[in-house]
């Protein structure tokens, strides 16, 4: 089991950065492929950015592509998500993830989920 536990989400203003962290407890956490998905209210939970466990190869979705960055600090169990140039349309509940196989950019894929953390981004 992994337990994943998000924070640093609030209210901000577009243009504003903000960054997310995912603190990870269980089994070994810098074995796995991580990422961050978002869900807007009545919308499906999307992809946003991913990582592998090894070599740190990362993926985004266009939408946020040269505004967000995932990293990973396995000495320390942690994910982040640094979000720079934030826009009304990233608001959302932010969550962390964490998969053993799989396609990065598959929910399906990921065996283990935080509980969320909101951003809402004012305009």
């Known amino acids: 089991q992994v337990q994943l536990v998000e924070s640093g989400g609030g209210l901000v203003q577009a243009g504003d950065s903000l960054r997310l962290s995912c603190a990870a407890s269980?089994?070994?956490?810098?074995?796995?492929?991580a990422g961050w998905f978002r869900q807007a209210p009545g919308k499906e939970r999307e992809f946003v950015a991913g990582i592998t466990w090894n070599d740190g190869n990362t993926y985004y979705a266009d939408s946020v592509k040269g505004r967000f960055t995932i990293s990973r600090d396995n000495a320390k169990n942690t994910m982040y998500l640094q979000m720079n140039s934030l826009k009304p349309e990233d608001t959302a509940v932010y969550y962390c993830a964490a998969r053993s196989g799989g396609s990065y950019w598959n929910r399906v894929s990921y065996d283990y989920w935080g509980q969320g953390t909101q951003l809402t981004v004012s305009s």
């Open positions: 269980g089994r070994t956490f810098s074995t796995y492929a």
